[in-house]
């Protein structure tokens, strides 16, 4: 597993303003700016103690960690013609294995940058005894550039960062660019879900979405998803919840 930079933390999304305007001297500014570094990316990366099960779990659960680069995440399964779910950025991962539990017929892959989130969702998964889910801490986008095209049968994106202030929306995950490589790795009639509790961001989602060619809103245009049952509560919806936020689901299948 590759060594976290260190970085300060992004706690809540409450705190994101001042998380941000922390920014003006952080570490990872001056970073951006060296030559090799000026690739924008849709994280921070955060340091922070693993507890002592975590340690344990990614000493036990080594099998479940997918050291980058991996190429086709499908092949890493006993069952890789089983339809294959990525989920974006998991957190701590408790809703991921939630759902890997509740789908044993899906294989199911998190990618984080959170190397606490990788040690506990491992942890929680090894408790299930889980055989189809794997993680890998690595930048998505850099994972999906290495999947085949037409691979991935969902892609999910739960509360991703909002990215409030305007000089950092580039690096909303949403975006035109990056969407268009989520589409060319979805196969025909996979899907991808997002979920958000910001409402910006949640407009900012459906003015894009809406306006691909290749995706179809299952909720009608201009529309976002009634919440689906199936879809665990994560740690930052609930935060989000708590804060009096409307949470807005967006499901699109990919129709060519
Ligand atoms: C706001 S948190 C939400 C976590 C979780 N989905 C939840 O709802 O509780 C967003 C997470 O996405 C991760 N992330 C953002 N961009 C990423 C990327 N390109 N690759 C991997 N992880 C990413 C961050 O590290 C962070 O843990």
């Given at each position: 597993?590759?060594?976290?930079?260190?970085?300060?933390?992004?706690n809540?999304?409450?705190?994101?303003e001042?998380q941000n305007?922390?920014?003006?001297?952080s570490?990872i500014?001056?970073?951006e700016?060296?030559?090799?570094?000026r690739?924008?990316?849709?994280?921070?990366?955060?340091?922070?103690?693993l507890?002592?099960?975590q340690?344990t779990?990614?000493?036990?659960?080594?099998?479940?960690?997918l050291?980058?680069?991996?190429?086709?995440?499908?092949?890493v399964?006993p069952?890789?013609e089983r339809?294959?779910?990525?989920?974006?950025?998991f957190?701590?991962g408790r809703?991921?294995?939630?759902?890997?539990?509740?789908?044993?017929k899906?294989?199911?892959?998190?990618i984080?940058?959170?190397?606490?989130?990788i040690a506990?969702c491992v942890?929680?998964a090894?408790l299930?005894?889980?055989?189809?889910?794997?993680?890998?801490?690595?930048d998505?986008?850099?994972?999906?550039?290495?999947?085949?095209?037409?691979?991935?049968d969902?892609?999910?994106?739960y509360?991703p960062?909002?990215w409030?202030k305007?000089?950092?929306?580039?690096?909303r995950?949403v975006?035109?660019?990056?969407?268009a490589?989520?589409?060319?790795?979805?196969?025909?009639g996979g899907?991808?879900?997002?979920?958000t509790?910001w409402?910006?961001?949640?407009e900012w989602?459906?003015d894009?979405?809406d306006?691909?060619?290749?995706?179809?809103?299952?909720a009608?245009?201009?529309?976002?998803?009634?919440?689906p049952?199936?879809r665990?509560?994560t740690k930052?919806?609930?935060?989000?919840?708590?804060s009096?936020?409307?949470?807005?689901?967006f499901?699109?299948?990919?129709?060519?």
């Amino acid at each position: 597993m590759s060594k976290p930079l260190t970085e300060t933390p992004v706690n809540s999304h409450s705190s994101l303003e001042n998380q941000n305007d922390h920014l003006e001297s952080s570490p990872i500014q001056e970073l951006e700016q060296l030559p090799e570094q000026r690739e924008i990316v849709t994280f921070m990366r955060r340091s922070s103690p693993l507890n002592t099960s975590q340690r344990t779990a990614i000493e036990q659960h080594q099998h479940m960690i997918l050291q980058y680069p991996v190429g086709d995440l499908r092949q890493v399964f006993p069952h890789p013609e089983r339809p294959l779910t990525v989920e974006i950025g998991f957190g701590m991962g408790r809703s991921l294995v939630h759902m890997a539990k509740a789908n044993p017929k899906r294989n199911y892959v998190g990618i984080e940058v959170h190397i606490p989130g990788i040690a506990q969702c491992v942890y929680e998964a090894g408790l299930e005894g889980l055989e189809n889910l794997r993680v890998l801490d690595a930048d998505a986008i850099k994972v999906l550039k290495a999947m085949p095209d037409n691979s991935i049968d969902c892609v999910q994106l739960y509360f991703p960062d909002p990215w409030q202030k305007k000089r950092h929306f580039k690096r909303r995950f949403v975006t035109h660019e990056r969407m268009a490589l989520v589409e060319q790795k979805l196969a025909l009639g996979g899907t991808f879900h997002a979920a958000t509790d910001w409402e910006p961001y949640a407009e900012w989602m459906l003015d894009i979405l809406d306006n691909r060619s290749r995706l179809r809103n299952l909720a009608g245009k201009g529309n976002s998803y009634p919440r689906p049952d199936w879809r665990p509560l994560t740690k930052f919806e609930r935060r989000g919840i708590e804060s009096g936020h409307k949470i807005n689901d967006f499901i699109f299948e990919k129709i060519n």
